[in-house]
């Protein structure tokens, strides 16, 4: 079974080395201690939510704090490719549900997007507890798939925000269940494209757009393609907009060479 994750803050885990000790405290270690309930001896792992992962044994355990004698530090670093999901707002913490899913399977960042349909709106102080709170569950996720790096969630954008977004991807892709291309098609025709030009370097970016349960408006379709937006037919189902962009992540890391 692989070492349970807990979480401290970019930047604490630089100067450890094998054999140093470092204490857990706050929220984390309270979880550590009084919920996990672990003891000397246990290993576990404390990642910085940045790529930094300390891998050691437990050898203090008080109230709100563990100490950890490092064993092993480790860097992994960020793909060349990177998944961003677009995820319309929805109700019934749909949207939640979605972002949640896809950090377990391996998305890189999150947008919040106030579609035309939908039926969720994000204003004011509403907006920003909104926000803190896919955070928060975007986090917790990322500790429940022992990931080193917790996802972006970037700021919620309306539709001239997200048509600025597409034109800054190498690739945007609305998944939209009247498209005629598989998304399948589209990503492994864009691979090709990467892998045939030598001359590229840096990361590469790659939006997959999730609609709210009303759809993508036709007039957003078109405004997002005139941006460089390309759609796609992810199956032969209609998804909720809870399912579709996990399932676009896993089918994207398989295809692009993530996995």
Wanted: proline content about 5%; some cysteine.
């Amino acid at each position: 079974m692989s070492n349970p994750v807990f979480f401290t803050a970019p930047g604490t885990l630089d100067q450890q080395v094998p054999g140093s000790s470092f204490v857990l405290d706050g929220p984390e270690a309270r979880h550590a201690v009084t919920v996990k309930r672990l003891a000397v001896g246990e290993t576990v792992d404390i990642a910085d939510g940045a790529g930094k992962r300390l891998t050691g044994s437990v050898t203090a355990v008080a109230p709100g704090e563990l100490t950890v004698e490092c064993a092993q530090l480790t860097a992994e670093p960020r793909p060349d490719i990177r998944l961003v999901l677009v995820q319309a707002l929805a109700k019934g913490d749909r949207d939640e549900l979605a972002a949640e899913t896809a950090t377990e399977l391996g998305v890189d960042a999150v947008v919040p997007w106030q579609a035309e349909r939908s039926i969720v709106r994000w204003k004011a102080e509403r907006a920003a507890k909104a926000h803190a709170k896919w955070a928060s569950v975007v986090a917790a996720a990322a500790k429940q798939a022992r990931r080193a790096w917790i996802p972006e969630v970037r700021p919620a954008v309306d539709g001239a925000g997200l048509q600025a977004a597409v034109a800054a991807a190498d690739l945007a892709v609305i998944l939209h269940e009247d498209a005629v291309r598989p998304l399948r098609q589209v990503l492994e025709s864009w691979r090709a494209t990467v892998e045939a030009d030598a001359d590229a370097e840096g990361a590469r970016e790659v939006l997959l757009i999730v609609g709210p349960e009303g759809g993508i408006s036709p007039r957003e379709v078109t405004r997002l393609c005139d941006a460089g937006a390309v759609t796609a037919l992810l199956g032969h189902h209609v998804l909720r907009s809870s399912t579709a962009g996990p399932a676009a992540t896993v089918l994207a890391s398989d295809i692009l060479g993530r996995w």
